[in-house]
């Protein structure tokens, strides 16, 4: 790496000693190159074994790569944590300004250990951290407030990030979201409850440096045919036209759009929620993640009324992508497109995921429909499929907890049907609530055995959809699986966000470093992959991950995907495949 | 004479990829040398403006310099005379736009200097260069 370079900087902030240092970690950037890679090490350093995940003990670490703030659509930040939803690895990737923030800040990572006596929002500007004093900010009903208050208090020209927490993450929701930038999330696995539990309200991040590179020339040229690449590309194109939610008709024509709570597979609405009809009746604004020419965001100006008043309307901006639409539309039943926005303007006003959250709703519709739980259980909400006021009521439950019902659901669907009952219809895959693809066998393996337990880990659902009508064994699927998640650890290492790996591939990706000083080649990148796959199994199983105790929800047994039912022996088969490749590479056979 | 001119900020959806585009003439990664700047009005789903030199015909920063290291440009503008330039800061000042950015690592002023670089950066047609004079 070029030794000028900021990147290996690391800023340690101790909330409980309200102190912070910077550590010059080039022995970890040289070795894993940034993002991820940098971050899992770190983590291990930080995090005592079988710590737990809402005790001082748990560290946050937020990561950057060296392609961030020097290459287009270089613009994610990666957290890691130990997550109070699975109890194990925690990893969750967001957008915005967080990464061309830190970057330009002058910092490759942050990590943030200890906890605070009083809640506090820390600042770091440049050099200087601050601890500021959050009891006003406690409580406080819509994290959009806390939002455009810090966004007064705060100076600080040049990229800005605010990452803050709403009632969920103070409240200690397991599955509580860190939103940053008003419309992206740090969603899955419950990092805002991290914070909550670190009484940490906000981290503000402002950066305008420079970032010197060895070569100007080729660096300027790399840069030129990476921006071209991207614009042109047909799928960039669709990622901005429409967005995320181009995949509803997509997937609700192949009979892969999980319908209250996967009873089906296609919903009679879905062109209601489809991204084709809420561009045309509701987009009011895209915008881009700081330093991407993409601008996939999608927001939607939604005009409501005041019923007291006439002519008296408000317009609320409302983000919404694929995720959302699936969880909280058709898994909920909701064809109302209005219903559906509202919905996730409440989730992202708390700050839950809103993928466990619709998935925890749903379970929850169908388990009082079954009589498991009773009308006072859910403290008289009476959940019915496609009422989205009920479950905007069952949302605020879900954080104020006044039953025992809902303080279960808060912690994700898996426990609440562990005591409930319930389990065979409670679609989590290792403790978190599914993503919205019923694809095939791919998909539900990848949930199982991705290193974060993301859809996005080993790209199951894409496979699944590119090998609909042929058959592909077990091993095969495995092997592409495989492969596909370690080259997603160098694009989550560089950081690049996944929507443009179609442009960052091998050969560019050791085009783009190159004037940067990096000597990478496409197999050393390959090995790197490898290894951070199995930095990462390292400490899932040091936390107590075993591929032996998997369960497989039983509905996703019965509801036929594109590729017909699937069967739970496939699925076995994988696993074993999986087991014993991953072990062996891990020396513990 | 041409000058870089912001033709519809409403088409801006912040990705500041011109921000970017302008440091790198200076052949540097992040964007203190940038002498273009976006920011969001007060919300990003309010949508952004752009700040920039629109080399004014009689700018303000020429006069306002003590030191006459800022001369009118042939077309609008100017050119800074580095050797002159005190560092005093006071065209950031006459500048009602905020147009004349800082460099803090030299200390010395960063005002564009309407070559176009950034236009080819622009995915959505919120910058081009138009003829003056």
């Known amino acids: 790496m070029n030794p000028k370079d900021p990147l290996r900087r690391v800023l340690y902030i101790d909330l409980s000693r309200k102190k912070y240092w910077v550590e010059d970690r080039r022995d970890l950037f040289e070795e894993y190159m940034g993002g991820v890679g940098v971050a899992i090490k770190l ?53 915005g300004r967080s990464a061309i923030a830190i970057r330009l800040a002058g910092y490759g990572a942050i990590v943030i250990k200890g906890a605070s006596e009083i809640p506090v929002w820390v600042a770091v500007h440049g050099n200087r951290v601050y601890f500021r004093d959050a009891r006003a900010l406690w409580g406080m009903t819509s994290s959009h407030t806390v939002g455009r208050i810090i966004r007064e208090r705060e100076p600080g020209r040049g990229f800005r990030t605010i990452m803050r927490i709403g009632r969920a993450g103070e409240k200690l929701v397991t599955y509580a979201s860190v939103i940053t930038e008003t419309y992206r999330h740090f969603g899955r696995l419950g990092l805002g409850a991290v914070f909550g539990s670190k009484k940490l309200k906000a981290l503000v991040v402002s950066g305008r440096g420079s970032i010197p590179v060895v070569d100007r020339k080729a660096y300027r040229e790399a840069y030129k045919k990476i921006y071209d690449l991207l614009v042109e590309s047909p799928l960039m194109k669709k990622y901005h036209d429409l ?196 694809t095939g066998p791919a998909a539900p393996f990848s949930f199982l055995v991705g290193s974060r337990h993301s859809h996005l880990d080993m790209g199951g659902y894409s496979l699944d959809q ?73 400490l899932k199983v040091r936390e107590g991950f075993s591929l032996d105790d998997l369960r497989v929800p039983r509905r996703i047994l019965e509801t036929p995907t594109p590729h017909g039912v699937i069967r739970e022996e496939t699925i076995r088969t994988m696993l074993d495949i999986f087991k014993k490749r991953i072990m062996a590479e891990l020396g513990r056979v | 004479m041409r000058r870089l001119s912001i033709v519809d900020v409403e088409r801006c959806v912040g990705c500041m990829s011109c921000v970017f585009a302008c440091a790198r003439r200076f052949g540097e990664g992040g964007v203190a040398k940038s002498a273009i700047w976006v920011g969001s009005i007060g919300g990003v789903e309010r949508g952004f403006r752009v700040v920039v030199c629109r080399a004014c015909s009689d700018p303000p920063c020429a006069a306002a310099c003590p030191t006459g290291a800022l001369k009118p440009r042939e077309g609008g503008g100017v050119v800074v005379d580095y050797n002159r330039c005190i560092g005093c800061g006071t065209c950031r000042n006459a500048c009602p736009i905020g147009a004349v950015m800082w460099d803090n690592e030299t200390n010395k002023p960063i005002i564009c200097v309407h070559c176009g670089y950034c236009v080819e950066f622009c995915p959505h047609g919120v910058l081009a260069m138009e003829e003056v004079g």
């Not at chain 1, 005592?48 to 995940?53: E, F, G, K, L, T």
């Not at chain 1, 703030?69 to 890691?80: C, D």
């Not at chain 1, 949302?395 to 303080?407: G, H, L, N």
């Open chain 1, 466 to 538: 590119k090998t609909i009508g042929k058959s592909l064994s077990p091993e095969e699927i495995v092997n592409k699986l495989v492969k596909e998640e370690r080259w997603r650890q160098i694009l989550s290492s560089l950081v690049v966000c996944f929507f443009a790996r179609g442009v960052y591939k091998p050969d560019i990706v050791v085009e783009a470093l190159r004037p940067l000083g990096y000597e990478y080649t496409v197999e050393d990148l390959e090995n790197l992959g490898k290894e951070i796959h199995l930095n990462k199994y390292r």
């Open chain 1, 243 to 438: 967005g995320t939610p181009m995949n509803v008709l997509v997937l609700n024509k192949l009979g892969a759009l999980p319908t209250m709570n996967l009873a089906k597979t296609r919903f009679e609405h879905a062109d209601k929620l489809s991204g084709e009809y809420l561009a045309e009746h509701y987009l009011g604004r895209r915008l881009a993640c700081a330093h991407c020419p993409v601008a996939c965001i999608h927001l939607a100006a939604l005009r409501e009324p005041y019923v007291d008043e006439p002519y008296f309307f408000k317009t609320t901006f409302i983000g919404y992508d694929y995720e959302p639409i699936y969880s909280l539309g058709s898994m909920l039943g909701v064809g109302d497109p209005e219903g559906a926005l509202r919905l996730m303007d409440r989730v992202d006003k708390v700050g839950l995921d809103a993928m466990s959250t619709g998935v925890v709703l749903a379970w929850a519709t169908e388990a009082y429909e079954k009589g498991l739980v009773s009308s006072d259980d859910l403290a008289g909400v009476e959940l019915k499929w496609g009422d989205y006021e009920a479950y905007m009521k069952a949302i605020d439950y879900i954080v104020e907890q006044p039953t025992e019902f809902y303080a279960a659901l808060a912690r994700g669907v898996e426990y609440a049907a562990s005591k409930y009952g319930g389990k065979d219809f409670a679609l989590a895959f290792g403790g978190n609530e599914m993503p919205g693809y019923h």
């Open chain 1, 43 to 95: 983590l291990e350093e930080e995090l005592p074994r079988n710590a737990d995940p809402l005790g001082p003990d748990n560290a946050i670490v937020f990561a950057v790569g060296p392609l961030s703030a020097l290459y287009p659509t270089a613009s994610k930040t990666v957290a890691v944590f130990k997550s109070p939803h699975t109890g194990n690895l925690g990893e969750s990737h967001a957008g």
